[in-house]
């Protein structure tokens, strides 16, 4: 094996191309090849305090409360998370903003000096070189997001302080399996014996609950350990020792939101012992979280909502969120997805929603293809649809026929959010 004696590659684009074509599989789940190349490279541990994040829905919104939290309280967080919408540099954060190119394109050059020919994911690739990154800058917490279920998944390698599960529901079946149970033994993977965990719904799966059990883990349950209450203009939480009230509410908007910073919250009340954080932090940081299209309202006389709702929980949090902001007129719906997604769960969860489809795929190898997709949502008779050959005329018919007091929802994987988030 010939190392290079300079960088491969000299630009960030020029990496990345070649990463997705290194690989003979996208998606390779298992941790060998990184764990032996994470190795060689001998990276610092990327936090002092190590929170990883995994479940189903909500996971990038949990990275952004604690993110923004644990900013205002004064620490200096690093934080990966997945996918971009974008900018790849989204996907590695230090003190909230995105690392430059530069310092990417050398964790690159890192990673591709030490994997010493073996072959890596184009996820993988990335998620070692934010480890270097993030290592390197020792910063006090590293917020890592799990990519795709989580004992097999390549941020796994980390052994982290906290292990924070959202929720589970049918996703990745392929890979996870096909039931809650499967599904919920896999993203129990991300648990660490002895050491805390936050899990921010009230009815996980009995796998889930049995893993913590067996490691001994320190567990915090929605609705046992840990609640909420909507309290006029703004919330109130209770934990094991702490209550808060007059919390505002998140500024990431969506009913389902204040699910997702009560588990941050309690995440941060177990490792309290190590991070100071007050309510006015608190208070500061659910006001300043942001995370891109997550219901992300870009204002105009029609305006359009990003949302990356991919799956039928997603797709209810959604309808739910736009059930609490009407509008005068229809919701107008600009949809794409992936081939392995539950499109006719999706769509019916957005059923009493949506006034109009608008179907095609996102220029992608996985899409799944715009006439199917359109046939399938025809289907469901829950309104009119029309498909389309390209996104981009997708939405151009939608915004020609909407009228006053309407709105577009732009919604389906992130990469038609990110295909169509530019246009608008």
């Known amino acids: 094996m010939t190392v290079p004696t300079g960088p491969r590659f000299r630009s960030l684009g020029q990496w990345l191309d070649w990463q ?154 392929a890979w996870l399996g096909r039931d809650r149970e499967s599904i919920g033994s896999e993203k129990a993977g991300i648990l660490r014996a002895g050491a805390a965990a936050v899990v921010g719904e009230p009815e996980p799966p009995r796998s889930l609950l049995g893993r913590a059990a067996e490691l001994g883990c320190d567990l915090a349950l929605a609705g046992r350990d840990f609640h909420y209450a909507v309290q006029g203009e703004g919330w109130t939480w209770q ?91 229809r919701t107008l719906a600009v949809l794409g997805v992936l081939a392995d997604k539950d499109l006719p769960g999706m769509a019916r969860a957005l059923a009493g929603q949506v006034g109009a489809w608008y179907v095609s795929a996102p220029a992608v190898e996985r899409a799944l293809p715009g006439d199917q997709a359109a046939a399938e949502v025809r289907r469901l008779a829950i309104g009119p649809v029309q498909g389309f050959e390209r996104l981009e005329g997708a939405l151009a018919a939608a915004r020609m026929q909407a009228r006053a007091g309407d709105r577009i929802l732009v919604l389906g994987s992130f990469m038609t959010v990110a295909q169509l988030g530019g246009l608008v």
């Open 239 to 329: 934990g094991r020792s702490r209550r808060l009230s007059g919390l505002p509410v998140p500024a990431l908007p969506g009913r389902h939101q204040l699910d997702n910073a009560a588990a941050a919250i309690m995440a941060l009340e177990l490792l309290e012992r190590r991070l100071d954080v007050s309510a006015r932090a608190l208070a500061a940081g659910l006001m300043r979280a942001r995370a891109p299209g997550r219901f992300e309202v870009r204002p105009g006389s029609v305006p359009v909502i990003l949302d990356v709702a991919h799956n039928p929980a997603a797709a209810a949090a959604l309808a739910q969120a736009l059930a609490e902001r009407p509008c005068g007129g």
């Open 20 to 173: 997705a074509q290194l690989h003979p599989r996208a998606i390779d789940l298992g941790l060998e090849r990184v764990r032996a190349v994470h190795a060689r490279m001998a990276c610092a541990r990327p936090g002092r305090v190590v929170i990883t994040v995994g479940g189903t829905n909500g996971k990038g919104s949990c990275v952004a409360h604690l993110e923004a939290i644990l900013e205002a309280a004064g620490y200096r967080t690093g934080a990966y998370s997945s996918p971009h919408l974008y900018r790849y540099n989204e996907r590695i954060r230090l003190a909230g903003q995105p690392v430059e190119d530069e310092r990417i394109c050398q964790a690159f050059d890192r990673v591709d000096r030490a994997r010493e020919g073996s072959t890596l994911t184009y996820f993988e690739f990335g998620t070692l070189a934010a480890l270097d990154i993030l290592g390197e800058a020792q910063c006090d917490v590293a917020l890592l997001e799990v990519g795709l279920g989580g004992r097999l998944d390549a941020v796994n390698i980390e052994d982290a302080d906290l292990a924070l599960i959202t929720n589970v529901a049918l996703e990745h079946t």
